[in-house]
């Protein structure tokens, strides 16, 4: 199955009407600021959109987004490769709109002037949430071990007691 491209924007309304269920890429070139949060984006992004109506006669669009990026790891600064995964459910309002009285099941995005959403944006957007706050390989794989981490040498001070001077005044007064 030959995997294309995936528009840039789309009416959310007409392609709920349409009942639209888009499978693809989005190329790796056109999301900047992931390339910037990670160390490299390794393929395409493969997506997954569906547009549809819900119960209340909505317009919503789901989907799910995947790709292979390359992060540091945060305890022994080796690049390794991770594979971030998103899915969302969004409802579009209109541009300047509020809308207070929709699900909290759905993330809302505001359609542009011409009542369009940016598809690239979303599915960046959502990939970027979805990395780790604290990238780290697996212990087995880090160059880090678990017991590794201690720096310099541990010296225990032994510690005066002070009571110490009390005690020995009860010893004396008996």
Partial sequence: MQ?????ISVDPVRAAQKRLDVQGIVPAANLG????????????????????????????????????????CQRCSDAFQYTCKA??????????????????????IERD??????????????LIINLPLIAMHEVEDCGIKEFDTSFGE??????VNPFAVLESLKRKSK
Avoid at 92 to 108: N, Q
């Fill in 3 to 7: 995997r294309l491209k995936i528009q």
């Fill in 33 to 72: 600021r992931l390339a910037e949060s990670t160390k490299g984006i390794c393929k395409d992004i493969e997506t997954n959109l569906s547009f549809d109506f819900d119960l209340q006669k909505l317009p919503i669009i789901k989907g799910t987004a995947e790709v292979d990026v390359m992060l540091e």
């Fill in 87 to 108: 899915e969302f459910i969004y409802t579009p309002v209109r541009f300047g709109a509020e809308d207070t009285d929709l699900p909290s099941a759905y993330d809302v």
């Fill in 113 to 126: 002037e011409e009542g369009e959403i940016n598809l690239h944006q979303l599915v960046e957007d959502e």
């Fill in 154 to 159: 541990i010296v225990e001070e032994e510690r």
